[in-house]
């Protein structure tokens, strides 16, 4: 059975800093690419960033680069993004899915399984 659980979310300040984690089971990293996707109340989902472990490449949304960085433990099936300066339109809440191997990884269309969310406030 195919799982994804996403966790690592909670409050931070303006400018903080989270990693979130995801725990996958039920497949292998290298037959899939995992994304992370936020979803904020009134706003389009969006693929914020994604890993391909077949090769190592990644992949991130405008709105994230050169803050976000998405990594991968293959022994621990986990998945990370770790989230830097974060600033105070970003809270929502954060999941991670399954896109196959070479698809539009960012796309919000094509996810083959998805896990529930954790969520990211933003605040002072």
């Known amino acids: 059975q195919v799982q994804l659980v996403g966790s690592g979310g909670g409050l931070v300040q303006p400018g903080g800093s989270l990693r979130l984690s995801c725990v996958t089971s039920?497949?292998?990293?290298?037959?899939?690419?995992i994304t992370w996707i936020r979803q904020a109340p009134g706003k389009k989902r969006e693929g914020v960033s994604c890993?391909?472990?077949?090769?190592?490449?990644?992949y991130y949304a405008d709105s994230v680069k050169g803050r976000f960085t998405i990594s991968r433990n293959d022994a621990k099936n986990t998945v990370y993004l770790q989230m830097n300066a974060l600033n105070p339109e970003e809270p929502a809440v954060y999941f991670c899915?399954?896109?196959?191997?070479?698809?539009?990884?960012?796309?919000?269309?094509?996810?083959?399984?998805w896990g529930k969310g954790t969520q990211v406030t933003v605040s002072s």
């Open positions: 890993i391909r472990s077949s090769d190592g490449n990644t």
């Open positions: 899915a399954q896109y196959p191997l070479y698809s539009d990884c960012l796309s919000d269309y094509g996810k083959d399984n």
């Open positions: 039920g497949f292998s990293l290298d037959e899939y690419q």
